[in-house]
């Protein structure tokens, strides 16, 4: 009664709980744990209670698989009623996906508590007592955890499987949780072993004692249990032995074999899969090296242990290999980080190396920022400092982005960065913040400073000031920081965000937005629709899922219903800004398509004064450009710049020759001189991009906008680079650098190149 109580306790707290309010993989983990726990208590003191005749004598001759049959049925009995809860909470809380729902219910808390039943009962036969028996118990249930936690540090698997709590994929921000054959073929290995813990008690159980003993081996009549006991053994170890090969586990020279091609460079241990093209592997070689050494100069580290990074060449690999399909990550104990393949220079790269060099001075076993030792992990120091020593990225500084966070009223506090509440706050607004923040004392204290707190020094004695005065300076700061209204418009389009933990039915919007993008991939249209919809529905109409529905609508030619969709969002409150600009594009993309070029140009023209980032702006600027031109020659084009282009644009190459069309058709056209320019960079063609940028300059008139002529000589310094004309990329990228005019998040990534260009002339000097 006591654990019936329990376990109902837990299932309704659970209720009130984002992502455990609706049987899905959240929940049925939380049930695992607490079921199993209960079930196994039960089974241990059973045998107890029969030898004090407090419950009744299953029989001599199968007394092990008796009383294994009573006991997991008390076991059954407690998983009903977080289910029957779970279902009737359903009635308030409608389930995201009531059948893959209960799949991770038979897959997850039913095998564990089948398990726990099991090994309960073979406490209970170990022990003398019941109280003994619990112990026994209660030690073999916190060692299972902990083995999963060994596994986790000792290993580069992010994810981890478990008797009592059945799988967890590593992060609980990877949006997309499938059960895949990892978790079956793991079920039906805790099968195996099941039927051999229940053989071995069979074989050494004493019917007269309820007792294992030894003695029980001597007994003629025991050798016919030595046959069920060697099948369960046989197929126990077999599972066990292939658990790399199914997936259940990974080490790494599973990682070394899998991704097979090794570059060495400084102390960089770099593994690719040997599909990645040679000039990838050049690349991304040159990447990671300068990236640590950016790393070591914010940090002034001197460290010299080797560190270890694998590049998976997709999500799939990755996920299947480690866990963690969607995130990037790393483990800074292990000097171990696993990204995906990516262009250069690498988005994540520096932000994972940096942890990696942060375990020279981070606490505990595993190497971080946090409390009792390291034990107690502070993610707003851990991910901050990442980021603050990551560098530039995007028009605005990282300082920039979180001067327009607390403009909008959106900045974290100091204990919700610094605290449990990082984890529910959006991603975007809690790494910025904490980046900026850790930035700023870096600036202010200098790298000693920062790296003593991230060790666990306290602020007052890393810095000679408290934390709140240390907060209070940084707000004052960004109070100084200029900023433009376009820039508060981009802040709130990429800050104003719900977490995972407080979004709705989030795994399965995000199974059924992966459904819908395979469906426009094999051209079905109207099971595409239909994904869409459904995920519009699960996730209460958030912003993202209805304008992935109205790109789908637009792509399988429903423009009316596209049309009717942005109407009422336009006129919707909770849509923000940033979102009904971009309905305004996509309508205005609809009239193009029907043949109101005059109607799009003006609408075009209007949307880029207003544009967030200069990506958009650029997009819009050469949108209102060659909207006039002939329809024939610019379609193609302008399929590719459709703000929703979904599945139905051409292919890289048709790309490129539509483009190099128009160009030869308009040949006086800066703005299609600059867009076939950019199809030369994006193929790595560095000669062909800098004779279409050298005609880009030389053409009369040229009326492209300042955003154009600075990605231009963006492209020009980078194309220079790959070339191996490091003194004259260099200079490219100081005139940005100088370049006053220039937004200040461009200058410092031209700074950030520049000392690129420095450091792989140092290489090229070393060879």
Known sequence: ???????????????????????????????????????????????????????????VRYSVLAMYGRVAAHGMLLLLIPLAIALLNGLRVPPCNLCEGLAFFALIPLPSVLLASGFGLLAGLLSPGPKSASVLWFVAFAGSIAAAFHDFHSTPAVFAFGPFFGYFPGVLYDTLIEIDHRLVTYRLAGISHLGLLLSAGALLADPASLRLSLRRLSERSRIRSLVPLGISAVAALSLYATGNNLGHRTDRADLEQLLSVHVSIGRLDLHFSPKTPEDSVKDLTRDAAFSLHQVENFLEETERDRIAVFFFKNRGQKGNAIGARRTNIAKPWRSEVYVIVDRVPHEVLRHE?????????????????????????????????????????????????????????????????????????????????????????????????????????????????????????????????????????????????????????????????????????????????????????????????????MGGLMNSGRCDEARAMADDMLVDATVGKSRKNALHEMLADLEFEAGNSGEATRKYADLSADAPSNADRRRLQVKTALAPLAPRVVAPIMKILARNPGRDGPSEPAAMLAIADAAHNYPDNPFLAYLLARQYFRHGLQEGTLAKLDALEKIENNETSPDIALTARHMRGQSLLEMGQNTEAALVFQEIANDETAPNGDRAYARDWMDRCAYYLSLDKKK
Not at 20 to 46: D, R
Not at 52 to 58: H, L
Not at 500 to 509: A, D, G, L, Q, T
Not at 519 to 529: E, Q, V
């Open 1 to 59: 009664m006591g654990w019936l109580v329990v376990v109902a306790v837990a299932a309704l707290l659970a209720c009130a709980v984002p992502l455990l309010e609706t049987l899905g993989f959240e929940l049925a983990l939380f049930i695992s744990l607490v079921c199993s726990l209960g079930a196994g208590h039960l089974a241990s003191v059973y045998p107890s209670r029969v030898r004090a005749r407090k419950a009744a004598f299953p029989g």
């Open 353 to 549: 190396l940096a942890h990696a060099v942060s375990a020279s001075f981070g606490r505990g076993p595993f190497k971080i920022a946090g409390g009792l030792g390291g034990f107690y992990p502070n993610p707003g120091l851990i991910e901050g400092l990442a980021v603050a020593a990551q560098g530039p990225r995007g028009n605005l500084t990282i300082h920039q982005w979180s001067a327009a966070m607390k403009r909008l009223d959106l900045l974290p506090t100091a204990d919700t960065l610094f605290g449990p509440g990082f984890l529910d706050t959006h991603a975007s607004r809690a790494y910025s913040a904490a980046g900026s923040f850790c930035r700023r004392l870096r600036e202010r204290h200098g790298a000693d400073a920062l790296k003593k707190v991230y060790s666990g020094v306290s602020w007052k004695e890393a810095t000679g000031v408290e934390l709140n005065k240390l907060w209070s300076e940084w707000l004052g700061f960004l109070d100084e920081i200029p900023l433009r209204e376009n820039d508060l418009v981009a802040a709130r389009h990429r800050f104003d965000r719900p977490s995972v933990i407080r979004s709705v039915c989030v795994h399965e919007v995000a199974r059924l937005r992966d459904r819908a993008s395979k469906s426009a991939d094999s051209g079905n249209r109207d099971d595409l629709i239909a994904l869409l919809e459904d995920a519009v529905e699960r996730s209460g109409g958030t912003e993202s899922t209805r304008m992935a529905l």
